[in-house]
């Protein structure tokens, strides 16, 4: 027992001393870092606001910084694009550092200030709105495996298991997924038939404009025989053999000269068809990219919370095999090796949901890319900050007026409302028409009686023309119906138009919010990573001197998981906040 106790104070005394030892460890910077990760890279922002408060010169390294980035402003400037003050200029040893303005006397804004400065360049040069059907991408001419493409037949469908059995897994980046989507998506697919759909209908109404011309052709044989059964003419041999052939044919043509507004006003509604499914396609773009946006960045996080959760295992046996050896030296307790134990096996339940749930995210990313049945796809893009957002809230949602497709469709449906009210008033008014008929007639009669056979032919053709004027006296009141019934439709559409308006401003001003907030977790989240693992070392420290107890390390190890698992939650969630602020202002970009 003495020699127990005598161990038990050497362990002590040592841990103190080193703890005394070591030096006061700083307090790490403000850092934007990603998962601890060999595939994650660290992101420092490093504004320059403390050098131009403190009225110190820049150094030369921040000129030097300073003049690429008047560079690359001058040269974006003559492409039309205009840079923030606050922008991502450069990726340095895998750190992406983020720098101030052009001008070092002027406050750079970080991404969480609300300046109410305008940008006239994006006044004068209003973003452009990428094609219908397009998912605008930076550089369209990603490779993609061809693997990757579904069948192009798509009533297909597997029958064998070993069709559905997975074959293999492919590591895409955010912008082959988007390329895949742009590819395969099946709404998408959808969209862009229905504008094909609305471009025959508009060809439809058209011919309208032009007029109608039948081409008719007809024969017609006819044979008869006339028999007597009178006595007389049975002596003179009375008998009569007649046949007819006839040739017809005839050349109409038919045109609505005048049909009170009607035939324009359904031209004019098929085209406002046409635009408004244009437009649909457009907007299911924006949705698709938003949400293959959202499910890699879910699939991120499913991959990092299975790391968090192979680490949280990993610490968990490590402090079980801390307290075996205590207790086997016999200054542990059997009460902290079970503690352990349960921790351990607590941390593999972890595992295995975060395993699960891995799986079901990698499939709802390939049932949106409409992937093969035989293989899945996995992130290979690292966790890490997608981009800075350069716009003001103010002048997101004035972008977000002009570039969202929602608010264009329903002017577009007002328009249909209206063309559609114009027809139902053309009805009374008057109708007409011109016709125009030709027809070309021959007959060939032969006739054979007592053997003297005669033969007849006629030729004959004839035309005629005329005007038909229609007026539709009364309907039961059925037309004036539909034009209250359409002028209904149109109270409803610029209704609508009010609404979608007040929601787009609620969509910008909630996504920009939650990327200010989120932005800021990051910096918050990956302070207290590093305080979380420095705990965690001091209370495997004290335990292994016998001065901390196993529920310290088990609480430390759980805040370290905790703190591990904010940091990704904040950079993914700073990610999908920004991918729903482009969305929310249409922008088609995706960093």
Same mark, same amino acid.
């Given at each position: 027992?003495?020699?127990?106790?005598?161990?038990?104070?050497?362990?002590?005394?040592?841990?103190?001393?080193?703890?005394?030892?070591?030096?006061?460890?700083?307090?790490?910077?403000?850092?934007?870092?990603?998962?601890?990760?060999?595939?994650?890279?660290?992101?420092?922002?490093?504004?320059?606001?403390?050098?131009?408060?403190?009225?110190?010169?820049?150094? /030369?390294?921040?000129?030097?910084?300073?003049?690429?980035?008047? /560079?690359?402003?001058?040269?974006?400037?003559?492409?039309?694009?205009?840079?923030?003050? %606050?922008?991502?200029?450069?990726?340095?040893?895998?750190?992406?550092?983020?720098?101030?303005?052009? /001008?070092?006397?002027?406050?750079?804004?970080?991404?969480?200030?609300?300046? *109410?400065?305008?940008?006239?360049?994006?006044?004068?040069?209003?973003?452009?709105?990428?094609?219908?059907?397009?998912?605008?991408?930076?550089?369209?001419?990603?490779?993609?495996?061809?693997?990757?493409?579904?069948?192009?037949?798509?009533?297909?469908?597997?029958?064998?298991?070993?069709?559905?059995?997975?074959?293999?897994?492919?590591?895409?980046?955010?912008?082959?997924?988007?390329?895949?989507?742009?590819?395969?998506?099946?709404?998408?697919?959808?969209?862009?038939?229905?504008?094909?759909?609305?471009?025959?209908?508009?060809?439809?109404?058209?011919?309208?404009? $032009?007029?109608?011309?039948?081409?008719?052709?007809?024969?017609?044989?006819?044979?008869?025989?006339?028999?007597?059964?009178?006595?007389?003419?049975?002596?003179?041999?009375?008998?009569?053999?007649?046949?007819?052939?006839?040739?017809?044919?005839?050349?109409?043509?038919?045109?609505?000269?005048?049909?009170?507004?009607?035939?324009?006003?359904?031209?004019?509604?098929?085209?406002?068809?046409?635009? *408004?499914?244009?437009?649909?396609?457009?907007?299911?773009?924006?949705?698709?990219?938003?949400?293959?946006?959202?499910?890699? $960045?879910?699939?991120?996080?499913?991959?990092?919370?299975?790391?968090?959760?192979?680490?949280?295992?990993?610490?968990?046996?490590?402090?079980?095999?801390?307290?075996?050896?205590?207790?086997?030296?016999?200054?542990?307790?059997?009460?902290?090796?079970?503690?352990?134990?349960?921790?351990?096996?607590? =941390?593999?339940?972890?595992?295995?949901?975060?395993?699960?749930?891995?799986?079901?995210?990698?499939?709802?990313?390939?049932?949106?890319?409409?992937?093969?049945? =035989?293989?899945?796809?996995? =992130?290979?893009?690292?966790?890490?900050?997608?981009?800075?957002?350069?716009?003001?809230?103010?002048?997101?949602?004035?972008?977000?007026? /002009?570039?969202?497709?929602?608010?264009?469709?329903?002017?577009?449906?007002?328009?249909?409302?209206?063309?559609?009210?114009?027809?139902?008033?053309?009805?009374?008014?008057?109708?007409?028409?011109?016709?125009?008929? %030709?027809?070309?007639?021959?007959?060939?009669?032969?006739?054979?009686?007592?053997?003297?056979?005669?033969?007849?032919?006629?030729?004959?053709?004839?035309?005629?023309?005329?005007?038909?004027?229609?007026?539709?006296?009364?309907?039961?009141?059925?037309?004036?119906?539909?034009?209250?019934?359409?002028?209904?439709?149109?109270?409803?559409?610029?209704?609508?138009?009010?609404?979608?308006?007040?929601?787009?401003?609620?969509?910008?001003?909630?996504?920009?919010?939650?990327?200010?907030?989120?932005?800021?977790?990051?910096?918050?989240?990956?302070?207290?990573?590093?305080?979380?693992?420095?705990?965690?070392?001091?209370?495997?420290?004290?335990?292994?001197?016998?001065?901390?107890?196993?529920?310290?390390?088990?609480?430390?190890?759980?805040?370290?998981?905790?703190?591990?698992?904010?940091?990704?939650?904040?950079?993914?969630?700073?990610?999908?906040?920004?991918?729903?602020?482009?969305?929310?202002?249409?922008?088609?970009?995706?960093?």
């Amino acid at each position: 027992m003495k020699r127990h106790y005598l161990f038990h104070s050497l362990c002590s005394s040592l841990t103190l001393a080193l703890l005394a030892a070591q030096p006061a460890k700083a307090e790490p910077p403000a850092r934007v870092t990603g998962v601890s990760s060999p595939t994650v890279r660290d992101i420092t922002v490093k504004p320059l606001k403390a050098k131009i408060k403190s009225g110190k010169s820049p150094s /030369k390294s921040d000129r030097k910084l300073q003049t690429s980035i008047h /560079k690359e402003r001058k040269a974006n400037r003559s492409k039309g694009v205009e840079l923030s003050k %606050y922008q991502i200029h450069s990726y340095k040893s895998n750190q992406l550092t983020a720098q101030a303005g052009q /001008k070092p006397q002027q406050t750079a804004p970080t991404p969480s200030s609300n300046t *109410n400065t305008p940008n006239p360049k994006l006044q004068q040069r209003p973003q452009q709105r990428p094609k219908a059907g397009q998912i605008d991408l930076p550089n369209r001419s990603v490779p993609v495996p061809n693997y990757l493409n579904p069948s192009p037949n798509p009533l297909r469908f597997p029958t064998k298991p070993e069709e559905v059995q997975i074959l293999g897994a492919q590591p895409i980046s955010l912008r082959q997924a988007l390329e895949l989507a742009r590819r395969n998506n099946r709404q998408l697919q959808q969209a862009q038939l229905g504008v094909q759909r609305s471009q025959a209908s508009l060809r439809a109404a058209q011919a309208a404009e $032009y007029p109608r011309v039948n081409l008719g052709a007809g024969v017609t044989n006819q044979r008869s025989y006339i028999f007597s059964d009178e006595p007389d003419l049975q002596r003179f041999g009375q008998e009569v053999d007649a046949n007819s052939t006839s040739l017809t044919g005839n050349l109409s043509l038919n045109y609505d000269l005048f049909t009170s507004g009607g035939r324009r006003a359904r031209i004019r509604a098929a085209e406002e068809q046409l635009r *408004n499914d244009r437009l649909d396609l457009e907007r299911i773009s924006e949705e698709v990219r938003l949400n293959v946006s959202t499910r890699y $960045y879910d699939l991120q996080q499913a991959d990092e919370l299975v790391r968090i959760q192979q680490s949280a295992v990993r610490n968990a046996q490590a402090s079980l095999r801390d307290a075996q050896a205590l207790e086997q030296a016999g200054v542990g307790t059997r009460f902290d090796v079970l503690t352990s134990q349960v921790q351990v096996a607590r =941390a593999t339940q972890d595992l295995a949901n975060a395993l699960s749930q891995q799986r079901v995210s990698r499939r709802q990313l390939a049932v949106l890319l409409s992937l093969p049945e =035989a293989v899945i796809v996995t =992130a290979a893009d690292p966790v890490e900050i997608a981009g800075l957002w350069n716009l003001t809230q103010e002048q997101s949602i004035i972008q977000a007026y /002009k570039n969202r497709a929602e608010l264009e469709q329903q002017l577009a449906q007002r328009n249909i409302n209206e063309q559609q009210r114009r027809i139902a008033l053309a009805t009374l008014g008057p109708q007409i028409s011109l016709a125009a008929r %030709y027809n070309l007639s021959e007959s060939l009669d032969s006739n054979n009686n007592n053997n003297n056979f005669q033969q007849n032919q006629d030729f004959t053709d004839q035309y005629s023309l005329g005007a038909n004027v229609t007026l539709n006296l009364y309907d039961g009141g059925e037309a004036r119906a539909r034009a209250r019934e359409a002028e209904a439709n149109i109270a409803i559409a610029e209704t609508s138009f009010a609404n979608q308006r007040n929601q787009i401003r609620l969509d910008v001003e909630q996504a920009y919010s939650q990327l200010q907030s989120n932005f800021e977790n990051i910096q918050t989240a990956s302070v207290a990573l590093e305080q979380a693992r420095e705990a965690l070392r001091l209370a495997r420290l004290r335990f292994q001197a016998g001065v901390g107890t196993q529920t310290e390390v088990i609480d430390s190890e759980n805040r370290l998981t905790q703190a591990e698992g904010d940091r990704v939650n904040a950079i993914l969630s700073y990610n999908r906040a920004l991918a729903q602020l482009q969305r929310a202002i249409s922008s088609g970009q995706q960093s």
